[in-house]
């Protein structure tokens, strides 16, 4: 059995009075690419953000790798590792957001190499030329001095992937990489995708872009409502889901 | 009086002016970021403070603001007035102009999109390294239209130490205006003010120009 990068456990995440995430329990193996699809609403996002630190969960238990970074104890309230070791896990993943989130005020390669140099105290000289391999394999190798501003919504998606690249994730985050993408930039960020797919980087995709999830995904996940509602092999979810509301939601997105 | 007399007796004042000029912005530009940080605060009693302080400052005349850091230790304590009114007229315009400061780093601030924090928090930056490295210099750029304003309006406003009588250039100025009942040391006064302001514009201009590498 191959090791388990993330552990998420009955996750309970509520806003207020309203409950987004309702006994949520996911876990991806070394390797594994997981797509989550879902209505708007369903909880896709939060799921992530919760899984990266961005919102805390109200309870429920996260593990990366061996260490337990958030978990609920006998009373019930859930307890988050201290702020350093929290850092430490931090370094286990990366996320990709569906607005790039560049720093618009460095170039592309300070982008790439800010983090692990004052984060991570890496050697610069190293972790620039890691940088400048990552540029090359997003093809942006030409790109290296330029600002963030100066790119298409493809190109920063790009390098946005690279940025996360360059601090050595064990897993890969992304919501909706591509929704804020013109229809024919969506090529290019999926491609990448696709290509660190291939070279067996563990990832998490929430996506709209079935026929690109179908492909990917060793695993699909639908949610609905907070919950997972199904889920499986992509062939059977997508070919031959078992749940009605999955078929509806297939349904009406194939009508879109 | 010659022209050329008063020109002269009027720049030995412009020291002063200068002096006030340079060390406002020296205390006030990283006094208002103090004072946005108080004002953010998530602490209520602190933010609610600092707002009501802020709102006084900017509420009230800063010649007033003047007259109270200068003589009110007068009066409420009976300190002595000290005779170099240097460091009562930098200490009120420091805290008058922080106060601006403050609210105008306060907009740049909200301004940053609630993205770069996420994206630099989940690349592991703390909130030190974040604010440091990714929120300031986005904020510096997107306010420094703003702050050439109140940099201009200060120029103009060191005038207001006359009402301290605080020998610069302009009080100077009035003084010779009074005794030699003529209107042509307001007439240099609003030439020197006038050419001050062209090379703020110009300093404020090329910096402006140099964080235009992206936007
Ligand atoms: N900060 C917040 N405060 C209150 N409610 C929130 C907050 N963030 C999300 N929600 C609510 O939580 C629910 C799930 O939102 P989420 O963004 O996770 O959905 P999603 O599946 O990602 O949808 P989409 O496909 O539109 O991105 C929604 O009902 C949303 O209104
Ligand atoms: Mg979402």
Redesign the interface.
Do not use: W
């Given at each position: 059995m191959s090791k388990k990068i993330l552990q998420m456990k009955n996750i309970i995440k509520s806003y207020s009075d309203t409950e987004v995430l309702k006994d949520i329990s996911l876990s991806v193996e070394e390797g594994e690419v997981v797509s989550i699809i879902g209505p708007s609403g369903s909880g896709k996002s939060t799921l992530l953000r919760c899984a990266?630190?961005?919102e805390k969960i109200n309870g429920g238990l996260i593990q990366y790798l061996d260490t337990v970074a958030a978990h609920t104890n006998e009373e019930g309230k859930v307890v988050y590792v201290n702020r350093n070791q929290l850092?430490h896990v931090?370094?286990y993943?990366?996320?990709v957001?569906q607005?790039f989130?560049?720093?618009?005020?460095f170039s592309v390669l300070k982008n790439l190499t800010?983090?692990p140099i004052?984060?991570?105290k890496r050697d610069s000289k190293e972790v620039e030329q890691e940088a400048r391999e990552l540029l090359k394999k997003t093809g942006l190798e030409d790109k290296a001095d330029a600002?963030?501003?100066q790119l298409s919504g493809g190109q920063q998606q790009r390098v946005a992937i690279a940025?996360?690249l360059n601090?050595n994730p064990d897993i890969l985050f992304f919501d909706e990489p591509t929704s804020a993408l013109d229809p024919e930039l969506t090529g290019e960020v999926l491609k990448i995708i696709k290509e660190l797919a291939d070279e067996k980087m563990t990832m998490v995709i929430v996506t709209h872009e079935m026929s690109f999830a179908r492909a990917v995904s060793k695993r699909v996940i639908f949610m609905d409502g907070g919950f997972i509602v199904e889920e499986g092999d992509p062939e059977q979810v997508f070919g031959d889901p078992s749940q009605e509301r999955t078929k509806q939601f297939l349904k009406n997105y194939n009508q879109v | 009086m010659s022209l050329l007399t008063m020109i002269i007796k009027m720049s030995e004042g412009l020291s002063r002016t200068c002096a006030i000029f340079f060390l406002t912005l020296i205390f006030s530009l990283p006094l208002g970021m103090v004072v946005t940080l108080l004002r953010r605060s998530k602490n209520k009693i602190i933010s609610s403070i600092t707002r009501a302080v802020i709102s006084v400052i900017r509420g009230t005349p800063l010649m007033l603001q003047l007259l109270a850091i200068t003589y009110g230790p007068y009066y409420l304590v009976g300190l002595t007035v000290s005779r170099n009114k240097l460091v009562p007229v930098v200490v009120a315009f420091s805290i008058n102009y922080a106060a601006y400061f403050a609210e105008i780093y306060r907009g740049g601030i909200d301004s940053i999109?609630k993205?770069?924090y996420?994206?630099?928090?989940?690349?592991?930056?703390?909130k030190t390294?974040t604010f440091l490295?990714?929120i300031l210099?986005?904020v510096i750029?997107r306010v420094l239209p703003s702050i050439t304003n109140e940099v201009v309006t200060l120029v103009k406003d060191t005038s207001l130490a006359f009402t301290v009588s605080y020998q610069e250039m302009f009080t100077i100025g009035k003084e010779i205006a009074n005794s030699q009942t003529s209107f042509t040391p307001f007439l240099v006064a609003g030439v020197f003010y006038f050419v001050f302001n062209a090379l703020v514009d110009f300093v404020m201009g090329k910096i402006e120009k140099k964080l235009n590498?992206?936007?």
């Amino acid at each position: 059995m191959s090791k388990k990068i993330l552990q998420m456990k009955n996750i309970i995440k509520s806003y207020s009075d309203t409950e987004v995430l309702k006994d949520i329990s996911l876990s991806v193996e070394e390797g594994e690419v997981v797509s989550i699809i879902g209505p708007s609403g369903s909880g896709k996002s939060t799921l992530l953000r919760c899984a990266t630190f961005l919102e805390k969960i109200n309870g429920g238990l996260i593990q990366y790798l061996d260490t337990v970074a958030a978990h609920t104890n006998e009373e019930g309230k859930v307890v988050y590792v201290n702020r350093n070791q929290l850092t430490h896990v931090k370094s286990y993943f990366g996320l990709v957001f569906q607005q790039f989130n560049l720093f618009p005020h460095f170039s592309v390669l300070k982008n790439l190499t800010h983090a692990p140099i004052l984060v991570q105290k890496r050697d610069s000289k190293e972790v620039e030329q890691e940088a400048r391999e990552l540029l090359k394999k997003t093809g942006l190798e030409d790109k290296a001095d330029a600002y963030p501003c100066q790119l298409s919504g493809g190109q920063q998606q790009r390098v946005a992937i690279a940025r996360a690249l360059n601090l050595n994730p064990d897993i890969l985050f992304f919501d909706e990489p591509t929704s804020a993408l013109d229809p024919e930039l969506t090529g290019e960020v999926l491609k990448i995708i696709k290509e660190l797919a291939d070279e067996k980087m563990t990832m998490v995709i929430v996506t709209h872009e079935m026929s690109f999830a179908r492909a990917v995904s060793k695993r699909v996940i639908f949610m609905d409502g907070g919950f997972i509602v199904e889920e499986g092999d992509p062939e059977q979810v997508f070919g031959d889901p078992s749940q009605e509301r999955t078929k509806q939601f297939l349904k009406n997105y194939n009508q879109v | 009086m010659s022209l050329l007399t008063m020109i002269i007796k009027m720049s030995e004042g412009l020291s002063r002016t200068c002096a006030i000029f340079f060390l406002t912005l020296i205390f006030s530009l990283p006094l208002g970021m103090v004072v946005t940080l108080l004002r953010r605060s998530k602490n209520k009693i602190i933010s609610s403070i600092t707002r009501a302080v802020i709102s006084v400052i900017r509420g009230t005349p800063l010649m007033l603001q003047l007259l109270a850091i200068t003589y009110g230790p007068y009066y409420l304590v009976g300190l002595t007035v000290s005779r170099n009114k240097l460091v009562p007229v930098v200490v009120a315009f420091s805290i008058n102009y922080a106060a601006y400061f403050a609210e105008i780093y306060r907009g740049g601030i909200d301004s940053i999109s609630k993205g770069q924090y996420e994206a630099a928090d989940v690349l592991g930056y703390t909130k030190t390294q974040t604010f440091l490295r990714i929120i300031l210099p986005q904020v510096i750029k997107r306010v420094l239209p703003s702050i050439t304003n109140e940099v201009v309006t200060l120029v103009k406003d060191t005038s207001l130490a006359f009402t301290v009588s605080y020998q610069e250039m302009f009080t100077i100025g009035k003084e010779i205006a009074n005794s030699q009942t003529s209107f042509t040391p307001f007439l240099v006064a609003g030439v020197f003010y006038f050419v001050f302001n062209a090379l703020v514009d110009f300093v404020m201009g090329k910096i402006e120009k140099k964080l235009n590498y992206y936007h």
